[in-house]
């Protein structure tokens, strides 16, 4: 339950403090005291979004904080789901302070969180019911939600979720492959034409550089060959007057003299080293010279031939040959997917087959168990709309299953869809929800159910805020006899501008605005006996 509250520096509260405890507490004020900041404040810790001119003029930043405590073991196990554990009092303390850049710090027992652990978390503190609730409930997309948790199906729903989706993961992946294949003959047209136009062209990585390299040695062939020549025949050559020639009579004539002088043989085998790095010298030029024709034009227009095929390749799949060649694998890769796209779809489709009837063998249990429910949801909703002054009421929830070509039709809240209808009058006929115009009916209509599921949902503390609008008089006093039996199971509180309410709190706050040194504050005062008769008189 809610412990304590602590607000401060929000619109016109400058510092307030409450401590509660178990039971019934009413909040009462006149119109604009605060009674809606106090409200607006619980919602901010809760992880509502801050609105512009939250915080207090003049100031720079606004806190709230809960400590919260005395957690059924249901509820400890949740925040321990979420990543909370309790102090070793047993208590946890929520705090969010809001700055005004925008920012917001939230902290949990004194640790850093971000908001989506706040929100994680305090759906198992704290549920607030207002006027926005009732309006919510003319929308029958919020009926089933009500009846599951009257039904207790939050694991089952859970375990339904969980196959719902890898049913709807594959039927997307069935879209998406079914739209390729649609396009898939003229696509594959595309891609066959693409890989064809780059392998008739029959190109290797490098070969732009070769053809450019081998480009300017033609167009300087005859300088390359004349002293290629040259260097080949110094080199080389037959000629007495070469290198080699000499090396070879050096080495000869050494090896001659080296049964005298020794130490000759060793120079005459280094001489020998040089004369194989001559002859291989003399060949690597001898081989840089081939293909350099001397009467060039022929193998120029070759060359240029081909760097122009090379060129509009370029244009159309890539800055380089080796991207032209990527682009090819990728094409082929694409190819192949297409051509097998038939046998994946297959397989998808076995799959699909395979997930919805998972996932259906659930939602009949759900529908099973929700079918079970309503009887019993009606028979309470109506008993307690009976205790609210309507004697003459006639409740109940049609439950529908969504079915197409005699298939069920899965969502991910299964395949039922639920909408309550209510006739107030003897003779009347039921309508929906949606179409009941009377504030004061709707209010009874949402206590009537949160009730009914309030020891269903397992949330410690409620919060009712002017969830009477629109009643008085008799009526108003059974909705705080109503409110009264529930607090003995669950902490509640009711702002309210009804007496008969207020008169059947356990605490009564009473929230108040005055002017302190020329500014208007909020305050907050617990009544004590004589305070709460003054309030209602």
Same mark, same amino acid.
């Given at each position: 339950?809610?412990?304590?509250?602590?607000?401060?520096?929000?619109?016109?509260?400058?510092?307030?403090? $409450?401590?509660?405890?178990?039971?019934?507490? #009413?909040?009462?004020?006149?119109?604009?005291?605060?009674?809606?900041?106090?409200?607006?404040?619980?919602?901010?810790?809760?992880?509502?979004?801050?609105?512009?001119?939250?915080?207090?003029?003049?100031?720079?930043?606004?806190?709230?904080?809960?400590?919260?405590?005395?957690?059924?073991?249901?509820?400890?196990?949740?925040?321990?789901?979420?990543?909370?554990?309790?102090?070793?009092? =047993?208590?946890?303390?929520?705090?969010?302070?809001?700055?005004?850049?925008?920012?917001?710090?939230?902290?949990?027992?004194? *640790?850093?969180?971000?908001?989506?652990?706040?929100?994680?978390?305090?759906?198992?503190?704290?549920?607030?019911?207002?006027?926005?609730?009732? #309006?919510?409930?003319?929308?029958?997309?919020?009926?089933?939600? @009500?009846?599951?948790?009257?039904? /207790?199906?939050?694991?089952?729903?859970?375990?339904?979720?969980?196959?719902?989706?890898?049913?709807?993961?594959?039927? !997307?992946?069935?879209?998406?492959?079914?739209?390729?294949?649609?396009?898939?003959?003229?696509?594959?047209?595309?891609?066959?034409?693409?890989?064809?136009?780059?392998?008739?062209?029959?190109?290797?990585? =490098?070969?732009?550089?070769?053809?450019?390299?081998?480009?300017?040695?033609?167009? /300087?062939?005859?300088?390359?060959?004349?002293?290629?020549?040259?260097?080949?025949?110094?080199?080389?050559?037959?000629?007495?007057?070469?290198?080699?020639?000499?090396?070879?009579?050096?080495?000869?004539?050494?090896?001659?003299?080296?049964?005298?002088?020794?130490? $000759?043989?060793?120079?005459? +085998?280094?001489?020998? +080293?040089?004369?194989?790095?001559?002859?291989?010298?003399?060949?690597?030029?001898?081989?840089?010279?081939?293909?350099? +024709?001397?009467?060039?034009?022929?193998?120029?227009?070759?060359?240029?031939? *081909?760097?122009?095929?090379?060129?509009?390749?370029?244009?159309?799949?890539?800055?380089?040959?080796? %991207?032209?060649?990527?682009?090819?694998?990728?094409?082929?890769?694409?190819?192949?997917?297409?051509?097998?796209?038939?046998?994946?779809?297959?397989?998808? !489709?076995?799959?699909?087959?395979?997930?919805?009837?998972?996932?259906?063998?659930?939602?009949?249990?759900?529908?099973?168990?929700?079918?079970?429910?309503?009887?019993?949801?009606?028979?309470?909703?109506?008993?307690?709309?009976?205790?609210?002054?309507?004697?003459? #009421?006639? $409740? $109940?929830?049609?439950?529908?299953?969504?079915?197409? &070509?005699?298939?069920?039709?899965?969502? *991910?809240?299964?395949?039922?869809? #639920?909408?309550?209808?209510?006739?107030?009058?003897?003779?009347? &006929?039921?309508?929906?929800?949606?179409?009941?115009?009377?504030?004061?009916?709707?209010?009874?209509?949402?206590?009537?159910?949160?009730?009914?599921?309030?020891?269903?949902? =397992?949330?410690?503390?409620?919060?009712?805020?002017?969830?009477?609008?629109?009643?008085?008089?008799?009526?108003?006093?059974?909705?705080?006899?109503? @409110?009264?039996?529930?607090? !003995?199971?669950?902490?509640?509180?009711?702002?309210?501008?009804?007496?008969?309410?207020?008169?059947?709190? &356990?605490?009564?706050?009473?929230?108040?605005?005055?002017?302190?040194?020329?500014?208007?504050?909020?305050?907050?005062? !617990?009544?004590?006996?004589?305070?709460?008769?003054? %309030?209602?008189?």
């Amino acid at each position: 339950m809610l412990l304590s509250l602590h607000i401060e520096n929000i619109a016109v509260i400058k510092s307030v403090d $409450f401590d509660f405890s178990p039971g019934f507490m #009413v909040l009462t004020g006149e119109t604009g005291a605060g009674k809606s900041i106090v409200i607006d404040s619980i919602n901010l810790l809760l992880g509502a979004k801050a609105e512009r001119g939250l915080i207090r003029s003049g100031e720079s930043c606004a806190t709230v904080s809960g400590l919260f405590g005395d957690f059924s073991e249901a509820i400890e196990d949740k925040l321990l789901e979420c990543g909370v554990r309790p102090d070793e009092d =047993g208590t946890v303390l929520v705090s969010r302070t809001v700055t005004d850049d925008g920012k917001s710090r939230i902290t949990i027992n004194g *640790r850093l969180v971000n908001m989506s652990v706040l929100k994680s978390v305090t759906p198992y503190l704290v549920s607030i019911h207002g006027q926005s609730d009732t #309006v919510s409930l003319m929308d029958s997309k919020n009926h089933l939600a @009500m009846l599951d948790v009257y039904a /207790n199906l939050e694991g089952l729903l859970a375990e339904y979720r969980i196959s719902y989706s890898r049913l709807d993961k594959i039927r !997307k992946e069935i879209a998406e492959l079914s739209a390729k294949t649609s396009e898939s003959e003229r696509l594959k047209e595309i891609l066959e034409y693409q890989i064809k136009d780059i392998d008739s062209a029959e190109l290797h990585d =490098g070969e732009e550089e070769e053809l450019v390299d081998l480009k300017v040695k033609i167009r /300087n062939s005859e300088k390359i060959n004349k002293n290629s020549e040259f260097v080949y025949r110094a080199l080389k050559g037959s000629e007495k007057g070469s290198v080699s020639y000499l090396l070879d009579r050096s080495i000869t004539a050494l090896t001659q003299i080296s049964d005298v002088v020794p130490e $000759f043989s060793e120079l005459a +085998d280094r001489l020998r +080293d040089y004369s194989y790095q001559i002859d291989d010298i003399a060949e690597e030029v001898f081989d840089q010279t081939l293909g350099i +024709d001397e009467n060039p034009t022929d193998k120029l227009n070759e060359i240029e031939e *081909r760097l122009d095929k090379i060129a509009k390749l370029k244009r159309k799949y890539g800055l380089t040959v080796a %991207e032209i060649l990527a682009f090819r694998e990728r094409a082929a890769s694409e190819l192949s997917s297409l051509e097998n796209s038939e046998d994946l779809l297959f397989n998808l !489709k076995k799959q699909e087959k395979e997930a919805y009837a998972e996932a259906l063998e659930l939602a009949n249990r759900l529908h099973e168990s929700r079918l079970g429910a309503v009887k019993g949801l009606e028979t309470k909703v109506k008993d307690t709309l009976e205790f609210l002054d309507m004697p003459k #009421v006639v $409740f $109940f929830a049609s439950l529908r299953e969504s079915f197409k &070509d005699e298939q069920k039709q899965l969502n *991910r809240d299964g395949s039922d869809s #639920v909408e309550f209808y209510i006739s107030a009058n003897r003779g009347a &006929d039921a309508q929906s929800l949606s179409k009941i115009a009377s504030g004061g009916e709707l209010s009874r209509i949402m206590l009537a159910l949160k009730s009914v599921i309030a020891d269903r949902d =397992g949330v410690p503390t409620v919060i009712y805020d002017e969830i009477d609008a629109g009643v008085s008089g008799k009526t108003a006093r059974k909705i705080g006899i109503k @409110m009264l039996s529930l607090s !003995k199971t669950t902490q509640l509180f009711c702002v309210t501008h009804s007496a008969q309410i207020a008169s059947l709190g &356990d605490v009564h706050f009473l929230i108040s605005k005055g002017d302190v040194d020329g500014v208007t504050e909020t305050r907050v005062r !617990k009544l004590d006996r004589k305070g709460r008769v003054d %309030e209602r008189s």
